[in-house]
């Protein structure tokens, strides 16, 4: 088949490219308000650690390159565009560009496998906003695809590989933890499906590769009054350590699809800071990033759209 007219932009969070650019990245995030000094330096401290800033926006970009060949070659002429949520390139930015280039039709993507209402729905709002002056004639927006098999099982593929880092006599008895990014626990209030959706996505994998001994934890809890939702990684590993010291764990960070400062700080630095610290050997599954099986999974979400 031929497809041609459409334009498929994916969409990730976003992240400063560089330390001088963390206040205005923070304000964004904060809707225009100014966040603290300290809040400023905490994060920056976090940027120095991981090298300087977050590769995000670089492997984003290599996504939609890979999406693009993949497409291509099932005969979809489509351009892929890469947008930010909070950075740029921003999602405002690049909507009137793909109008520009002439798209009529078009497909939004986030690249975050659960919906919730209090961070897709922000996506949704500023790719609506981004569309309401431009001739784009037909639009699909895509925020939610954690059922996908395809997804669970590029996942999957992560944690075999991850497995056979641990010695042979102890991959039987490896914790396979979870992880995905804490939200408001008043998200419960409003019955979101992101805890629901995290766990179904998490027990597919487990039922895919017959996992034996699994458990979920969130992880990257914002720094307010308001209760998270929990257990947090840090919390867990506090008491998985109280029943198996010396125990072996993997962080799969389900919740993810690429490297970024929650996986390269919050899991490489902080929690196997932490693991360490209790006797424990702790190792992270590789991210999906630009991995064939996922890249797969995304051409077949778009092309099931087309």
């Known amino acids: 088949m031929t497809v041609s007219g459409w334009a498929v932009l994916l969409m990730a969070y976003g992240t400063p490219s560089s330390e001088d650019d ?22 920056r ?35 892929v565009y890469v947008a930010m949520k909070h950075w740029q390139p921003y999602i405002r930015e690049v909507v009137p560009q793909i109008a520009q280039n002439g798209c009529r039709r078009l497909i939004g993507l986030v690249l975050a496998p659960h919906y919730s ?17 431009t001739p784009i004639l037909q639009v699909d927006f895509i925020g939610s695809w954690h059922d996908h098999s395809g997804f669970h099982a590029a996942i999957g593929e992560k944690i075999q590989r991850a497995l056979q880092r641990f010695p042979q006599s102890t991959r039987g008895n490896v914790q396979i933890l979870f992880t995905a990014h804490s939200l408001p626990e008043s998200i419960l209030e409003k019955n979101d499906p992101y805890p629901q959706q995290l766990q179904a996505s998490c027990q597919s994998v487990a039922s895919l590769l017959r996992l034996g001994r699994w458990s979920f934890a969130y992880q990257s809890a914002g720094h307010t009054n308001e209760k998270w939702l929990g257990p947090d990684i840090l919390e867990f590993l506090e008491e998985f350590s109280g029943r198996e010291r010396g125990g072996n764990v993997l962080v799969v960070p389900i919740g993810f699809v690429a490297d970024h400062l929650e996986i390269l700080y919050d899991i490489d630095i902080e929690a196997q800071s932490a693991a360490e610290a209790r006797g424990m050997n702790l190792k992270r599954a590789e991210s999906l990033n630009t991995s064939p099986k996922f890249i797969e999974t995304l051409s077949d979400i778009v092309s099931r759209r087309l």
């Open 45 to 79: 401290a976090r940027y120095r650690k991981i090298g300087g800033k977050s590769p995000l926006l670089e492997i984003t970009q290599a996504q939609g390159a890979a999406l693009e060949r993949v497409l291509s070659s099932r005969g979809v002429d489509t351009q």
């Open 117 to 133: 209402h209090i961070s897709t729905d922000g996506y949704k709002q500023a790719f609506d906003q981004a569309l309401a002056s």
């Open 22 to 43: 963390v206040e205005a990245y923070l304000t964004d995030i904060r809707g225009g308000r100014k966040p603290t000094p300290r809040a400023v330096e905490d994060l």
